[in-house]
Every structure is written in C-alpha cells, then in structure tokens.
C-alpha cells in the first residue's frame, strides 16, 4: 500500500521524538512560556475592568511589609502537601531518599499552571529518570492529590459557610471525585492491560480511611492558602473577613480547577474579583489588586518554587549518575 509524503514525514517525526525525547524540564519550561502569554493577557483584562491607574494606586498602598508573611503561609501549605505526598509514596512503598523527594514535589509546583494541576505528573517522569519508578505506579499519587485537593476544598467551602450559595459548583466537584472514586473502585479498570499496576496503586490510595484522612490533610493545607489571601486583603485595609476570604479563595480556586484552563487562569481571577466586590463591597481596583496580590502570593509563589525545585532535581539527578 503506497503512503503518501505526509505520512512518511509522521513516521518519521516519531521515530525521531523516540531517538531524542524531550526532558521533563523542557517540557515544563515550553509550558510556562505559554502560559505566560495567557498569564499577560489576563493582567491586561484586569487592568482594563479596574483602570491600570487606579489599578496601580491600589497596589502602591498595599502594606507589603505583610507580603513575606502570606508567602510563608502558602510555604507552609506546600509542607503539609509534602507530608501527604511522602505518605502515598509510603502507602505504594516507593522509596526515595527524603530530600530527593522534596526536590521532586517541589519541581512538580512548576507544573501548578496546568489544566487541574495534571501537569504535576511531571513528578512521575523525574521519580522514572531518577529511580526507575514505573510512570504507571506513580501516577496515582496524582490523582489522589487532585482528588484530596478537591474533598478539601469542599471542606472549606462548607465550613465557610458558602456551601448553599454555591452549592452547584460545590455539587459539582463532589460528582467528579465521587465519579473518579467509583471508577477506581471498580473492575472496569481491570480490563486495561496497558495500565499495569496503576489500577491496584490507585484503590490503596483512595481507600476510605486514607481519603478521609488525606482530606483533612489537604483542608489544613488549603486553609493556610487562605490565610496567606487574607494577609493581601488585610494589607489593602478592605473590609473582608476571614470567612468571606475563605469563601473567595476556595471557589475561585475551585471554579478555576474545573474549567481546566491553565492554571484556572481568568476564571479564577474573574471569580475571585467578583467574590470580592460583592462580600466586601469594595471598588473595582481594590478587588483587582487583592486578586492579583493573592494570585502572586499563591499561583506565581509556587511557579517560582517550581522552578528552584527543577534545578535542584536536575543536580540531583546528575549526582546519582556520576561514576
């Protein structure tokens, strides 16, 4: 059967992408460039809704000296993830040395701009380059975070009181993890030969007592997140509580993850600044520029640890390849 031109350059092209595959870090790096342009075009809507002028006055009165503060508390979140982390590599006894491990969660925060945070698979690739773990045994780990992530943020979203003035977004994450939690649980997976080990990896994480237990993990970790929002509210002087904050931060975060957007960004933004205005009664650009010092304190904080994170792997990595 003749193939046409075209083909043969497909053919071509994939044992080519075989013989010289990307690396992780590229991968990542090619990601953050586009998201960056994605990332510029919503600080140009948000200037445009707010006025970049007053926009700008808004942030030159913020007390930034509270800046390093909501930073340490959105570290802090990141310490009880890598808690919950550590665990399910325990749970699934993948071993890796403690501070190797921590180099890998951390690079993984590079990948928090994508879709639903599925980018964080990338841990799966260095945990392979690293320790030859296999991709399929791994990356249940991920998909237990992200449906952890999302149980605890319904948490908070009850507890803040918000769960029946947004009780269908909230019915929503709750469908999609009790979907994903039926389907794990299931045989149906079983029937998949290419999946390996994942399916039986995938039920010891997300079995009861240990989601129930990562839950209240994931809550704590998410409820320092919006402390640190609270600190950039506090620091524009607005009139929002703690509750209201929590309320802000966890849907705008959770209507940002199930848009599957990279990084939620524009829809989280757009939700979060409305959340604002309403609960808080504040003008356009002091709602802006809380947003954008949440995102920062938030979002940014833990691209930038992600990118420390990948260099750090990256030196590891080399280290146990040395003779």
Same mark, same amino acid.
């Given at each position: 059967?003749?193939?046409?031109?075209?083909?043969?350059?497909?053919?071509?092209?994939?044992?080519?992408?075989?013989?010289?595959?990307?690396?992780?870090?590229?991968?990542?790096?090619?990601?953050?460039?586009?998201?960056?342009?994605?990332?510029?075009?919503?600080?140009?809507?948000l200037g445009l809704y707010a006025d970049f002028g007053r926009l700008?006055?808004?942030?030159?009165?913020?007390r930034w000296e509270l800046f390093p503060l909501a930073l340490a508390?959105?570290?802090?979140?990141?310490?009880?993830?890598?808690?919950?982390?550590?665990?399910?590599?325990?749970?699934?006894?993948?071993?890796?040395?403690?501070?190797?491990?921590?180099?890998?969660?951390?690079?993984?925060?590079?990948?928090?701009?994508?879709?639903?945070?599925?980018?964080?698979?990338?841990?799966?690739?260095?945990?392979?380059?690293?320790?030859?773990?296999?991709?399929?045994?791994?990356?249940?780990?991920?998909?237990?975070?992200?449906?952890?992530?999302?149980?605890?943020?319904? $948490?908070? $979203?009850?507890?803040? /009181?918000?769960?029946?003035?947004?009780?269908?977004?909230?019915?929503?994450?709750? $469908?999609?993890? @009790?979907?994903?939690?039926?389907?794990?649980?299931?045989?149906?997976?079983?029937?998949?030969?290419?999946?390996?080990?994942?399916?039986?990896?995938?039920?010891?994480?997300?079995?009861?007592?240990?989601?129930? /237990?990562?839950?209240?993990?994931?809550?704590?970790?998410?409820?320092?997140?919006?402390?640190?929002?609270?600190?950039?509210?506090? /620091?524009?002087?607005?009139?929002?509580?703690?509750?209201?904050?929590?309320?802000?931060?966890?849907?705008?975060?959770?209507?940002?993850?199930?848009?599957?957007?990279?990084?939620?960004?524009?829809?989280?933004?757009?939700?979060?600044?409305?959340?604002?205005?309403?609960?808080?009664? $504040?003008?356009?650009?002091?709602? @802006?520029?809380?947003?954008?010092?949440?995102?920062?304190?938030?979002?940014?904080?833990?691209? @930038?640890?992600?990118?420390?994170?990948?260099?750090?792997?990256?030196?590891?990595?080399?280290?146990?390849?040395?003779?």
């Amino acid at each position: 059967m003749p193939f046409s031109g075209r083909a043969c350059f497909a053919r071509a092209s994939v044992r080519n992408d075989r013989s010289n595959p990307v690396s992780p870090r590229v991968s990542a790096l090619r990601a953050l460039v586009l998201v960056a342009v994605l990332a510029a075009a919503v600080a140009v809507g948000l200037g445009l809704y707010a006025d970049f002028g007053r926009l700008g006055d808004e942030l030159g009165s913020f007390r930034w000296e509270l800046f390093p503060l909501a930073l340490a508390l959105t570290a802090l979140n990141y310490l009880i993830r890598f808690f919950r982390w550590q665990r399910y590599l325990e749970r699934l006894a993948i071993e890796v040395p403690p501070w190797h491990s921590f180099a890998i969660f951390v690079a993984g925060l590079a990948m928090t701009i994508t879709p639903a945070k599925l980018g964080e698979l990338l841990k799966c690739g260095l945990l392979k380059r690293s320790f030859a773990v296999p991709v399929r045994r791994s990356a249940p780990v991920v998909l237990a975070e992200r449906v952890t992530d999302a149980t605890g943020v319904v $948490v908070l $979203v009850v507890a803040g /009181g918000a769960g029946t003035r947004s009780w269908p977004l909230v019915l929503l994450a709750l $469908v999609a993890v @009790a979907g994903v939690v039926a389907l794990v649980r299931s045989p149906v997976l079983e029937r998949f030969a290419r999946l390996g080990e994942a399916p039986g990896a995938a039920r010891a994480l997300l079995g009861t007592r240990l989601l129930a /237990g990562m839950t209240l993990v994931s809550a704590v970790s998410w409820l320092c997140e919006c402390l640190a929002a609270y600190v950039c509210v506090r /620091g524009l002087r607005l009139d929002l509580s703690l509750s209201d904050t929590i309320v802000v931060f966890s849907l705008g975060s959770l209507a940002g993850a199930l848009s599957f957007l990279p990084g939620g960004l524009g829809v989280a933004e757009t939700s979060m600044t409305g959340l604002i205005r309403v609960l808080g009664d $504040v003008p356009r650009a002091a709602a @802006a520029a809380a947003t954008v010092l949440i995102r920062l304190a938030t979002l940014w904080f833990a691209v @930038a640890l992600g990118l420390v994170g990948l260099a750090v792997e990256a030196r590891l990595a080399r280290r146990l390849k040395a003779p």
